[in-house]
């Protein structure tokens, strides 16, 4: 079974084979066209609907009258009663024949189409179906009306074609649109044909009930050669069954040399046209499957990179509420506290100015009061409550830094394009990850230098850029942590000078006025080569599972490249550290 809206080169050589096939057993054209028309109708199959494709299916041949049976010349002699009638007309008859209706399925029953002559070319220019039908499988009126020998053998060779009429509905080419097109809903035409040797022309045609796209009407290029493979042994040999054989085909006839030489040139040609049309198809499929191909693997890149900003976009939005809902909590006590640190402080400090004078006025207090003063250690209280109150003031402010650092990098409130400092961002990002970049139990003092020049505000996503430096520093602390054991020898000493210590370098500058460029080097391990060409690849990662997820420069990528109109590269060398490099442009063309 076959879908001829899903036609494939699979379904082509099948069909093409089964249809050579048919011919084996056959004993005339009748016969053989009788088995190609029924194996057509009942294997084309809508797999939708579950129903046969075709409406009907027709196989037409030409004939010279003098070669019609005696029925077929009466019926021939009756549409043209006004003209004298030779035996070298040809008249294109119908040999086969199926479809849905019972009086379709016999050529017999056929009221009109038993026999269509083909008088002149004024005639077939008539008939809108024959004269398209015969202009698209590529023949010329003066071959099919007067077949000239000279030129056969070379026509034969190189005519064969697909007829096509993609909306039969409303066509000027398919003709009793009202009772035949409409009635039956035929949506689709698609023919074959060729020239036999003999000088003769096959058509078959079929009438479909669903629309066949032109991908799949170019597959039965071969088709029509495994078609015309089939009748060939019965061409100027037996056509009709016996019981309807012609008079003049029923004298037994000997072939000489050179038509038995012929005929086999022609089965040699046709099957070499066969193999050229297949590899035709083949190559044309192959080209196809490639497009789709790539097609496909550029669709795959794209939605993955559209996931990613989604979630990525989802997962920013959320951490951005989180940070700005706790920033916005931590800031409200911490105002309150840092509010009231002054007051207290004064209030702290005019008490203890009250206990000085009383000590000037009385040097010797009662006993029980020396006793008091010496076990609280007023003297020490007096020096140590100032330094916790100065130490509460300097807290209060780190806590302070840290929510406008937060709220900075969330920008929850900018998520549209706006001016900003670019050095701000890069700060706050710095302040967020300070716990990292100081030294601990687990990890050594990273330290950042700052090289920054003199920029005007850019024109940005404040929020996404802020993400980019995110990704690009926890990178880089990353790859100085990894590589700590490089820094020490026996005894947990340095084994480098300090200022080779792990080094994280950030530097701004503006190019022409017109463009920024950021870079940000650490001094760690580097990487190969290999690695660096598929940094920013979705998901590529060299961190053990569960700490990376590998989309982190992919993003950052998207973010410069694609939303801001800028560029972002790498520089590395094994052993020698990693530059990144930002390029964007002061004012976005991204509008």
Not at 261 to 269: D, E, G, K, R, T
Not at 321 to 348: D, M, Q
Not at 481 to 494: A, H, P, T, V, Y
Not at 509 to 529: L, Y
């Amino acid at each position: 079974m076959y879908d001829l809206q899903n036609f494939t080169l699979k379904n082509m050589s099948e069909c093409g084979l089964a249809l050579r096939n048919l011919g084996k057993k056959a004993n005339s054209m009748e016969e053989a066209s009788n088995d190609i028309v029924q194996y057509l109708y009942n294997n084309l199959i809508d797999l939708n609907s579950g129903e046969k494709s075709c409406a009907l299916v027709r196989f037409f041949k030409t004939h010279s009258y003098g070669k019609l049976t005696p029925k077929l010349q009466e019926y021939t002699h009756s549409l043209l009663e006004n003209h004298l009638l030779e035996d070298n007309l040809k008249c294109l008859t119908l040999l086969a024949t199926a479809g849905q209706l019972p009086e379709w399925n016999s050529r017999h029953k056929s009221e009109g189409h038993k026999v269509i002559p083909l008088f002149s070319k004024e005639m077939i220019a008539r008939i809108p179906m024959i004269f398209q039908l015969i202009q698209q499988l590529g023949l010329n009126l003066d071959i099919v009306v007067r077949p000239d020998p000279n030129l056969l053998t070379d026509l034969e060779q190189r005519m064969y074609n697909v007829f096509y009429v993609p909306d039969a509905l409303g066509s000027p080419y398919i003709p009793s649109q009202t009772s035949f097109v409409i009635p039956y809903n035929i949506k689709s035409v698609v023919g074959f044909g060729g020239l036999l040797p003999s000088g003769n022309i096959f058509v078959l045609l079929m009438f479909l009930k669903v629309v066949v796209p032109r991908i799949s009407v170019n597959l039965f290029r071969p088709i029509a050669l495994n078609v015309k493979t089939t009748i060939l042994p019965f061409d100027n040999e037996k056509v009709f069954i016996d019981c309807e054989q012609s008079i003049v085909d029923q004298t037994i006839v000997r072939k000489t040399d050179d038509e038995i030489f012929q005929h086999l040139n022609s089965q040699i040609a046709t099957l070499t046209q066969l193999l050229d049309v297949s590899e035709q198809s083949s190559i044309s499929q192959s080209d196809r499957l490639e497009q789709t191909n790539i097609y496909l693997q550029q669709t795959l890149k794209e939605l993955q990179s559209t996931q990613i900003q989604l979630v990525q976009n989802e997962k920013m939005s959320s951490l951005g509420k989180l940070v700005a809902g706790i920033a916005h909590e931590i800031n409200n006590p911490v105002n309150f506290i840092y509010g009231n640190i002054s007051y207290a402080k004064e209030c702290t400090h005019s008490m203890l100015e009250i206990i000085q004078k009383y000590q000037d006025y009385y040097p010797n207090p009662p006993q029980e009061i020396k006793k008091i003063i010496q076990e609280k250690e007023l003297d020490f209280l007096t020096q140590d409550l100032t330094k916790a109150f100065n130490s509460m003031t300097v807290g209060t402010k780190r806590i302070t830094e840290i929510v406008n650092s937060l709220r900075n990098f969330s920008r929850l409130d900018e998520a549209e394009i706006k001016q900003v400092d670019i050095h701000q961002g890069i700060d706050s990002t710095l302040t967020i990850l300070k716990y990292y970049l100081e030294a601990g139990a687990k990890h050594l003092e990273i330290k950042v230098i700052k090289e920054y020049s003199d920029l005007p505000l850019i024109e940005c996503y404040p929020a996404e850029l802020n993400q980019v430096f995110m990704n690009l520093l926890t990178n880089a602390i990353d790859a100085l942590q990894d590589s700590r054991k490089s820094w020490f020898i026996g005894n947990n000493q340095l084994e480098k000078p300090n200022y080779l210590l792990p080094t994280i370098r950030i530097r701004t500058e503006v190019i022409d006025g017109e463009w920024v460029v950021i870079t940000f080097a650490d001094n760690a391990s580097g990487m190969s080569e290999k690695v660096r060409t598929r940094l920013f690849d979705p998901f590529f990662t060299t961190k053990p599972v569960g700490k990376g997820t590998g989309l982190g420069l992919s993003i950052s990528y998207q973010i410069i490249v694609e939303k801001h109109s800028g560029q972002i590269g790498c520089i590395s060398v094994p052993g020698e550290g990693t530059e990144f490099v930002i390029k964007i442009p002061v004012k976005t063309k991204n509008r």
